[in-house]
């Protein structure tokens, strides 16, 4: 598995802020940008599932032993995150965590896990928990599993 298209490309997030932070994380070979409102920060690349393309955008994460727990929260709104969707049909993914830049495997938590790691991310990041009232939506908890270098 490559990390861009044939061309070398990764789209970037449209959103300006998050295009801006994923500029600035990788530019920096991940030494700069690698926090958001104090709570650290991972480059995931996802391949569109009805593009194919390969998209980059930032995500607050947790740990769970060595794999890395994002949160499908898209601040609480009654749609999934794009690159949420995307992950459901192609779970084969990059990340770049600081300096380290390896490929990983997404899968959905369970609700039991989920509710055992929540304290652990609310503590990462309190918005996540009036995510949680301002929609109906089971807000998805994603762990991503180191697959390669």
């Known amino acids: 598995m490559t990390d861009t ?10 959103t300006g802020w998050v295009a801006a932070q994923a500029e600035l994380y990788e530019e920096s ?9 104090g709570a650290p920060c991972l480059l995931l690349d996802y391949r569109g599932r ?16 060595e794999d890395h727990l994002v949160v499908a929260s898209n601040g609480g709104s009654d749609k999934h995150p794009a690159w949420y969707l995307n992950l459901l049909e192609n779970p084969d993914v990059r990340l770049r965590v600081g300096p ?15 509710e055992r790691v929540w ?10 928990a ?3 009232k301002k929609t109906t939506r ?12």
């Open 138 to 149: 089971d807000i998805p908890v994603v762990r991503l599993h180191r697959t390669g270098g």
């Open 100 to 114: 380290d830049r390896f490929s990983a495997r997404a899968e959905e938590l369970s609700a039991q896990d989920k």
């Open 29 to 37: 070979g991940g030494t700069k940008g690698t926090e958001v409102m």
């Open 119 to 128: 304290p652990h991310l609310v503590e990462l990041f309190s918005p996540y």
């Open 50 to 65: 009805r593009s194919g393309t390969w998209r980059r955008t930032v995500l607050i994460y947790g740990r769970d032993g």
């Open 130 to 132: 009036d995510y949680r």
């Open 5 to 14: 298209d044939s061309d070398g490309s990764v789209v970037i997030s449209p």
